[in-house]
């Protein structure tokens, strides 16, 4: 079975505070992906990476940056939270052979104060 | 303009009855893909089926089957027997193959199945 794993299930940060939210996944899947989630809004893409090293702006990387050194963890940094970042961040990954399901990670619930 | 719409916000259905939960898309790539998935409200999401849009059946997986309805860019999602534990979000999204492993969801449809 895929298994995504993320750091925090529940996170609170102030503003201004940098922040780190950890994915890995055990499958040795190529891609890599971060979505928040929001009443209303649904799931929008922020980042993507196809390899180590490579990264591919979603709909919104505004306000967020990644990392991925290793193929099994793709990190996503908030460089300066703010509360309009409050939000559920989901991890996926999925290999890039059909028909290339994305597996979740059980989520990270982020508040900003 | 939308590419996924699910127009249920919100459905009920008495347990051990069927339930289908819609699903429109909107493409021009001839290669895609169309994806079920449920998120409980603990907020995992859970992948369901999945059916690719040059498969001539309809894709099934235990009490799940996906109507795919090409020409009409529907694909519905139908529950069988429902079960109380099948009460939660569920979303229709797309692959388009010209745009990578990408994912555009639907707004999602919150299931409540009734005792």
């Known amino acids: 079975d895929v298994k995504v794993t993320q750091s925090s299930r529940y996170l609170v940060k102030r503003t201004g505070e940098k922040v780190f939210l950890e994915c890995v996944q055990d499958m040795d899947h190529e891609n890599m992906f971060w979505y928040r989630q929001d009443p209303g809004l649904g799931l929008r893409l922020i980042y993507f990476?196809?390899?180590?090293?490579?990264?591919e702006k979603g709909d919104i990387p505004e306000g967020y940056s990644v990392s991925r050194e290793k193929k099994e963890r793709f990190s996503l940094i908030l460089e300066s939270a703010s509360t309009n970042q409050t939000s559920m961040y989901l991890c996926?990954?999925?290999?890039?052979?059909?028909?290339?399901?994305?597996?979740f990670g059980p989520g990270t619930r982020l508040t900003v104060l | 303009a939308q590419k996924i719409t699910q127009t249920q916000p919100g459905m009920f259905v008495q347990e051990k009855e069927a339930v289908t939960l819609d699903c429109t898309y909107d493409t021009s790539d001839p290669s895609y893909g169309l994806f079920w998935y449920k998120q409980p409200s603990s907020g995992e999401m859970i992948f369901l089926i999945y059916q690719g849009s040059y498969d001539q059946q309809n894709a099934t997986e235990g009490r799940y089957s996906l109507n795919f309805q090409k020409a009409r860019k529907s694909a519905n999602l139908v529950i069988s027997a429902s079960q109380l534990g099948d009460s939660a979000m569920y979303f229709c999204a797309m692959r388009e193959n010209n745009q990578g492993g990408k994912l555009i969801f639907g707004q999602g449809t919150e299931l409540s199945v009734k005792p």
């Open positions: 990476s196809y390899d180590v090293k490579m990264k």
């Open positions: 996926a990954s999925s290999s890039p052979s059909p028909p290339d399901t994305q597996y």
